[in-house]
């Protein structure tokens, strides 16, 4: 990505409008970009997320070895572009866990 370019007018206009008066401006346009980003992607509370079994206790915890691994998605409250993703690897019996940033969430990246 490269600079972005504008007047002296422009810059001495952004140097004086509040943080508050920016997301004034702008609510309706995030509002937009947010419900367009999320399509693809469950929701908070979503049936989709209702169905994905979680198993709680079903491990056998008297041996080393059995693993878990997640993919957690840091993109704040939208998904879109490529952003920082934590391969999180817990090994259950020791509770050993190791978290590898990756960016994007590619096969080859994840891989």
Not at 70 to 90: I, K, M, Q, R, W
Request: hydrophobic fraction near 30%; proline fraction near 5%; glycine fraction near 8%.
């Amino acid at each position: 990505m490269g600079e972005i370019h504008c007047s002296d007018e422009t810059v001495q206009k952004l140097k004086e409008i509040s943080p508050s008066t920016i997301d004034r401006k702008l609510r309706r346009e995030k509002e937009v970009k947010h419900r367009e980003n999320r399509k693809g992607h469950p929701k908070p509370g979503s049936l989709l997320k209702q169905r994905i079994a979680i198993r709680l206790t079903d491990w056998d915890t008297s041996e080393v070895g059995n693993v878990e691994v997640d993919l957690v998605e840091h993109c704040g409250s939208s998904p879109a572009g490529e952003f920082l993703n934590t391969v999180s690897t817990t090994e259950i019996y020791s509770g050993w866990w190791s978290g590898l940033p990756i960016m994007g969430k590619s096969q080859d990246a994840t891989f």
